[in-house]
């Protein structure tokens, strides 16, 4: 194991049902992503992709393989050598396509409320809540709730929630795939500007190409398996 990796993913499989009805979403799947690395996983609809970032996110266990952060064997096969629950909530940051915020809450509530799961005091998190959003340019809207924000905005909180306790790495699956190529641009900026800065390694699993240039690392993956890509000049 290499803990300079944030993420090391071995052998990865995943079968669903058995004999005639058997459906492999993933197979043999490894990568690595270092810190302060952020990667795009590339592929069609249905090459596997959610299924290795849900893998990786210790959401959905692999029928097979090895998932290992910062160092650490989390996952062998669908046995987990940790506490999932409490290890995610540590060290996994999350962003899904929608930005899935809490309606109810304003934008700095929706960052606040991470922290205090995690059992960081109130004035505590929302401090760090401010300074998150401040970063992400969006502190003029902390007291908004989600529908009062634009797409682009609600993503941006989102990324801020993902950061709020800190993860080493961060997983994003399809960030931009409800905003123009403007808002898309950003956001993906957005993800690099996180692993450069934050040291966290970042994993962007997408179908736009309107903004590859700013990953370090590129790969696809088809049919279950993942390749290295050839990065565009």
Same mark, same amino acid.
């Given at each position: ?30 990568? %690595? ?14 090459? $596997? ?7 990786? $996110?210790?959401? !959905? ?10 160092? +650490? ?14 290890? &995610? #909530?540590? +060290?996994?940051?999350?962003?899904? %396509? ?11 509530? !929706?960052? *606040?409320?991470?922290?205090?799961? !995690? ?15 401040? +970063?992400?340019?969006?502190?003029? &809207?902390? =007291? ?8 682009? *905005? *609600?993503?941006?909180?989102?990324? =801020? ?66 390749? #290295?890509?050839?990065?565009? =000049?």
């Amino acid at each position: 194991m290499n803990d300079s990796l944030a993420i090391a993913t071995e052998g990865l499989s995943k079968i669903y049902g058995s004999g005639n009805t058997e459906v492999v979403a993933m197979q043999d799947a490894s990568l %690595q992503v270092k810190h302060g690395e952020v990667v795009a996983l590339l592929g069609p609809s249905g090459s $596997g992709k959610s299924t290795f970032l849900t893998a990786v $996110g210790l959401i !959905n266990p692999p029928t097979a393989g090895q998932v290992i952060i910062n160092g +650490e064997l989390v996952m062998d096969g669908p046995r987990a050598m940790t506490s999932l629950r409490r290890f &995610r #909530r540590r +060290e996994i940051g999350y962003v899904f %396509q929608k930005s899935n915020l809490i309606p109810f809450l304003t934008a700095v509530e !929706n960052v *606040q409320i991470v922290m205090e799961i !995690n059992g960081v005091g109130a004035g505590a998190g929302r401090r760090r809540a401010m300074e998150l959003l401040d +970063e992400l340019g969006v502190r003029d &809207r902390a =007291a908004n709730l989600p529908s009062m924000l634009s797409g682009g *905005q *609600q993503q941006r909180v989102a990324v =801020a929630r993902a950061l709020a306790n800190q993860p080493s790495i961060i997983l994003a699956d399809e960030p931009t795939a409800a905003l123009d190529s403007g808002r898309g641009r950003q956001v993906m900026d957005l993800f690099a500007q996180v692993a450069h800065e934050h040291g966290a390694g970042v994993i962007v699993v997408t179908h736009d190409h309107r903004a590859l240039d700013v990953f370090d690392s590129l790969y696809e993956m088809e049919d279950g398996l993942i390749k #290295r890509s050839e990065h565009p =000049a």
